[in-house]
């Protein structure tokens, strides 16, 4: 599977965006899919994530109540909206996939995934 990541941009703080991330190659449905970001000198952090198994979908601390993962089967997409965002959630969102089973633990951890998107960078700053 590709996954291809848009929708980043430079946005004031309490604005929102919403990032999409497309697959091609495979049904996405398949797939377990996370959204990761990493900031300018800082670890890759997941965000938040869908389970195939059971539909799942952890959130980060950081972004709970403010961010909303979806899918979108027909148009074989992810989405992740961000509302109210904040200066610290600048950085560069991948979205990612596994094919494996996947324990609950596990969804936000980058390891867990194989396929990975190139990334859209989000800037949030007034």
């Known amino acids: 599977v590709r996954l291809q990541a848009s929708g980043g941009g430079l946005v004031q703080p309490g604005g929102s965006l919403r990032l999409s991330c497309t697959a091609s190659g495979s049904t996405l449905s398949s797939y377990s899919v996370a959204w990761f970001r990493q900031a300018p000198g800082k670890e890759r952090e997941g965000v938040s994530g869908i389970r195939r198994r059971d539909g799942a979908t952890p959130y980060a601390a950081s972004v709970k109540g403010r961010f909303t993962m979806s899918r979108d089967r027909a148009r074989n997409t992810v989405y992740l909206q961000m509302n109210t965002l904040k200066p610290e959630d600048t950085a560069v969102y991948y979205c990612?996939?596994?094919?494996?089973?996947?324990?609950?633990?596990?969804?936000?951890?980058?390891?867990?995934?194989?396929?990975w998107g190139q990334g859209t960078l989000v800037t949030v700053s007034s």
């Open positions: 990612a996939a596994t094919s494996s089973g996947i324990i609950s633990s596990s969804i936000l951890q980058p390891s867990a995934y194989e396929y």
